[in-house]
């Protein structure tokens, strides 16, 4: 089995593909690493605020802020009218220039308004206009970390999809060219069952692996660069990051201070992991009893369209009321499903002990019964050629 394991592990991973795999994951990591610099040097006025001309009474009154800024010629021009404003531009507004705008001009003409106002009256509209509201939260359902984890546990939820029927794919490979029946003269199909199990766990995990390294590897290198600085700024600018860490050794130790979040990333991957080989065992039974490569397609097109429905319905139920009490929650415990919905709940809303039990044992149990049933299937229908109009070789 060892000496199986090894030549498939080398035929797969020691080939041009994979290393032209692994040369585009570098190039996509590095421009993940480096977009700030690239995006700022394409397009250098990205964070510039908007240059604005202004045509009003009282420039003084108008506030300009971090986002506008005055110039005598400008492609953006405020005019003030009798019956309101009017912004003249020479090019059509985003949807962010024009709350900026909008937001400026707002807070101006209450300025004038102001100004035309005596002080009592002031206070009294003041009071009408802006009624005092105070925000209470009892609870603090999600986490900002747990969130970004959330994200690297979707991450690799899509890329372990993308290899779960690998070894499906190779099993209808072998079938086709008669090699599994050379195979199984030197070893017992029951021994090529499980070094395919085998198989299929590695190869996820080098995936992943390979994965982190490349990561790894940029990462180290936007460390050295600049510690991370320009690109956490940039994301925080684009409002993908709320972090309050502002560079890569920061957030290397907030991670390493906080090992709750470790243990539960790890916890959230073990879910994710059963999960996908559960997908993985079930699509090599389906494909044992298929006789070409484009049987096997049509079995394994299904499956990706509903891991991806299933992705999508655990965003739509991510939510309090649904991962605590309603369809989220009791999906956690469901064998497969829970490989997506308990790693959202151990997350972000702090599942208890027993449940992450319950859901873990209920996963594993599902596995087990899977493998050991699908060894008497695989056995007894692997070399089934019946549906073939050619006659095969012997069994032996």
């Known amino acids: 089995m060892i000496h199986l394991i090894g030549f498939s ?11 032209f795999l692994i ?7 590095l421009f993940i690493g480096f977009c700030d610099i690239l995006i700022e040097g394409m397009k ?24 506008l800024v005055i110039e005598e010629k400008a492609q953006i021009q405020i005019s003030e009218k009798d019956d309101g404003y ?8 985003a949807l962010e220039e024009e709350l900026v705008l909008f937001t400026a001009i707002e807070t101006y003409h209450r300025n004038i308004k102001s100004h035309e106002l005596n002080e009592e009256v002031l206070i009294l509209v003041n009071e009408m206009s802006y009624p005092r509201i105070d925000v209470t939260v009892e609870s603090e359902s999600t986490n900002r970390d747990h969130d970004m984890l959330f994200v690297f ?22 079938k086709t060219t008669n090699i599994l029946e050379l195979i199984g003269i030197s ?23 390979m ?15 600049d510690d991370g600085k320009g690109l956490i700024a940039f994301f925080k600018k684009l409002n993908l990051m709320t972090i309050e860490q502002e560079s890569i050794s920061e957030m290397v130790k907030m991670i390493f201070d906080n090992q709750e979040m470790i243990q539960l990333l790890l916890l959230s991957l073990v879910f994710l992991f059963i999960g996908i080989l559960f997908i993985q065992m079930t699509l090599v039974l389906l494909t044992t009893s298929v006789q070409t490569i484009e049987e096997a397609g049509s079995i394994q097109s299904p499956f990706y ?48 002990t027993l449940e992450v039990i319950v859901s873990f044992v209920c996963s594993l149990m599902a596995l087990i019964v899977l493998i050991k049933w699908g060894e008497k299937r695989y056995v007894e229908t692997v070399l089934d050629f019946s549906k073939n109009s050619q006659s095969p070789l012997p069994r032996g």
């Open 23 to 29: 040369i585009v994951l570098l190039i996509i990591c």
């Open 211 to 225: 994965g982190l390294c490349l990561a790894g590897i940029v990462v180290v290198v936007r460390f050295l660069y």
């Open 86 to 93: 009017e912004i003249l531009t020479q090019h059509e507004l």
């Open 187 to 209: 070893i017992s199909l029951k021994t090529h069952y499980y070094s395919k199990i085998v198989i299929g766990w590695l190869s996820v995990l080098l995936q992943i692996v």
């Open 153 to 174: 546990i979707t991450g690799i939820y899509f890329m372990m999809i993308g290899f779960a029927a690998l070894i499906a794919q190779e099993i209808v490979a072998e």
């Open 44 to 67: 250098p006025d990205l964070f510039d605020p908007l240059k604005i001309a202004l045509n009003v009474r009282n420039t003084e009154l108008f506030e300009l802020g971090e986002d």
């Open 9 to 19: 592990l080398s035929r797969r991973f020691k080939n041009k593909m994979t290393f």
């Open 305 to 352: 369209i509903v891991l991806l429905v299933l992705y999508y319905v655990c965003m739509f139920l991510n939510n309090p009321e649904s991962m605590t009490n309603g369809l989220g929650y009791l999906f956690s415990f469901v064998p497969v499903l829970s490989m997506i919905f308990m790693p959202s709940r151990l997350l972000i809303y702090a599942p208890g």
